[in-house]
Structures are given as structure tokens and as C-alpha cells.
């Protein structure tokens, strides 16, 4: 089946089978491997996008129910250049990642979060965060990281 999908600003038309999920659509036909693909379960949250600036975990999406909206996925939140996004810079700044496999879902569920929630306290930024996984560094700096995007000071 032909799907149109803006992602990250940028139409794409392609011809897919209709059981393709989102994150295989990224990753192989547009070539945005960004996302990763983690459990396939929905457990890990690995593979969140933004869909319509909703955050999904594009396991379990399929191409088809995207076709006709708009994906933002990490590749899509840098500004012009080099510019990194609030949330991507806070998460280097307060060295919210280790192996880095889980740090694309992650950001993109605090800027989901952030648009819902632009000051959250400490345990909203855990309870958001509870259907991302990271097995390296014991979420302290990664909410220490969203609470740095959201402008408020970070505890240490």
C-alpha cells in the first residue's frame, strides 16, 4: 500500500506492506535510524516518536495508521545547523546516557512530556518516563535532564 507520512517536516511517499510497523518505516525505507527498535513489545520505549506531537512507540504502529500524519522522530528536533534541542542538550549537560541505546526514546517522551507539562515536578518527569527503559544509569540523571529543559533548577 502507498503511505504519505511528514516526517520530520518532510513528505514521504512510499509503497510498503500493509504490517509494516513505524519504526521499520524509519528506519528502512526513510533511513532515519535514530529510532531504535528495542522488545517490539512496547516494554522499552526504545522506538518513541512523536506522532501528530504525541509520543508512540512505533513497535507497535503500523505505517498505514501513520499515513497522513506527521512523525518527529530524534533526527527531527535539532534546529538549523547544530543546534540541539532543549531537551537533547540537557540530557548531554546532566549526562543523561550511557550506552545511549535507550536516550532516543527517552527524548522523546520528556519532549512530549514538556509539551503537556512545561514545569513538571521530579516525580510527574518519573511517572512519564515509567514505559521507558534504561538499564545504565538509574534514571537520576535523566530526570535531572528534563527538569534542566523545563528551566527549573536541578538538584544535585
Do not use: W
Request: charged share 20%; net charge negative.
Amino acid at each position: 500500500m502507498k503511505v504519505t507520512i511528514e516526517v520530520n517536516g518532510r513528505p514521504t511517499v512510499e509503497d510498503v506492506e500493509d504490517r509494516t510497523l513505524l519504526v521499520h518505516y524509519l528506519r528502512e525505507t526513510v533511513g532515519l535510524t535514530g529510532t531504535n527498535v528495542g522488545c517490539d513489545t512496547t516494554s522499552c520505549g526504545a522506538c518513541t516518536v512523536l506522532l501528530d506531537g504525541e509520543s508512540v512507540k512505533s513497535c507497535t504502529v503500523l505505517a498505514a495508521q501513520a499515513d497522513g500524519h506527521r512523525v518527529t522522530t530524534v533526527e527531527g528536533l535539532a534546529g538549523e545547523g547544530d543546534d540541539l534541542h532543549p531537551v537533547q542538550r540537557a540530557f548531554s549537560n546532566q549526562h543523561g546516557l550511557q550506552c545511549g541505546f535507550c536516550t532516543p526514546g527517552m527524548i522523546m517522551a520528556s519532549v512530549s512530556l514538556l509539551a503537556d507539562n512545561p514545569t513538571p515536578s521530579r516525580q510527574q518527569v518519573r511517572n512519564a518516563l515509567e514505559g521507558n527503559l534504561c538499564r545504565c544509569t538509574g534514571y537520576h540523571n535523566i530526570v535531572n535532564a528534563v527538569i534542566e529543559a523545563s528551566g527549573q533548577e536541578v538538584d544535585r
